[in-house]
């Protein structure tokens, strides 16, 4: 099995900033893309740095100029800055990878258990 395990969530006054961190563990032959998504109460889950079949990343237009994705593959680890943040960017974040098991096996995404992430004066 794969383990995503989030943290770095939290309280923080409109303008300030958290850093996410998500780490992978379990047995795999590799993680193909890492990304983030997030829920708000009441919306549908929604990608906030999500990668692309291009490798590149995309972020969600309400995140560009504040968020900024990052991986550290030697720790099978992915990271989100967030800068500048506002109340609209209160949510459940959840990291994202996918994951090919076996080699030469169809992939498969895995979810973390989410961190909440609370932006309020």
């Known amino acids: 099995q794969v383990q995503l395990v989030e943290s770095g969530g939290g309280l923080v006054q409109p303008g300030g900033s958290l850093r996410l961190s998500c780490a992978a563990s379990?047995?795999?032959?590799?993680?193909?893309?890492m990304g983030w998504y997030r829920q708000a109460p009441g919306k549908q889950r929604e990608p906030v740095a999500a990668?692309?079949?291009?490798?590149?990343?995309n972020y969600a237009d309400s995140v560009k100029g504040r968020f900024t994705i990052s991986r550290d593959n030697a720790k099978n680890a992915v990271y989100l800055q967030m800068n500048s943040l506002k109340p609209e960017d209160t949510a459940v974040y959840y990291c994202?990878?996918?994951?090919?098991?076996?080699?030469?096996?169809?992939?498969?995404?895995?979810w973390g258990q989410g961190t909440q992430v609370t932006v309020s004066s």
């Open positions: 994202n990878a996918n994951v090919t098991k076996i080699r030469g096996m169809a992939t498969r995404d895995y």
């Open positions: 379990g047995t795999f032959f590799s993680i193909n893309a």
């Open positions: 990668p692309t079949t291009g490798g590149s990343t």
